[in-house]
Nanobody
Framework: QVQLVESGGGSVQAGGSLTLSCVAN????????MGWFRQAPGKEREGVAA??????MYTDSVKGRFTISKDNAKKTLYLQMNSLKPEDTAMYYC????????????????????WGRGTQVTVSS
């Protein structure tokens, strides 16, 4: 059974940094495309960043502040978040796609078939 376990969330002040991690337990890890999504209270879940066929994708609001990376040897996906803003407050989820989405569809939830339980990020002003 595929499992994804996120960690690294917490509470920080605006301008601070956090690094999220997502550890996977399945084989052929390097072949899977993975992404980070987030959901703020009262809002729909949105794509934050993804690694699709070696390309890093970001939603506009985090470009230049967040960096996604994938360590295949450790089967771990990271999200380095710098210059955090209160609007980044959300539950962050990692997800994996056994069939990689087209680059233009990286942020579509239905493209990913396995999800972690999430880690909470709270940014105070």
């Amino acid at each position: 059974q595929v499992q994804l376990v996120e960690s690294g969330g917490g509470s920080v002040q605006a301008g601070g940094s956090l690094t999220l991690s997502c550890v996977a337990n399945y084989g052929n890890y390097e072949r899977y495309c993975m992404g980070w999504f987030r959901q703020a209270p009262g809002k729909e879940r949105e794509g934050v960043a993804a690694v699709v066929n070696g390309l890093s994708m970001y939603t506009d609001s985090v470009k230049g502040r967040f960096t996604i990376s994938k360590d295949n040897a450790k089967k771990t996906l990271y999200l380095q978040m710098n210059s955090l803003k209160p609007e980044d407050t959300a539950m962050y989820y990692c997800a994996t796609a056994s069939a990689c989405p087209r680059p233009g569809s990286w942020s579509v939830e239905n493209e990913y078939n396995y999800w972690g339980r999430g880690t909470q990020v709270t940014v105070s002003s």
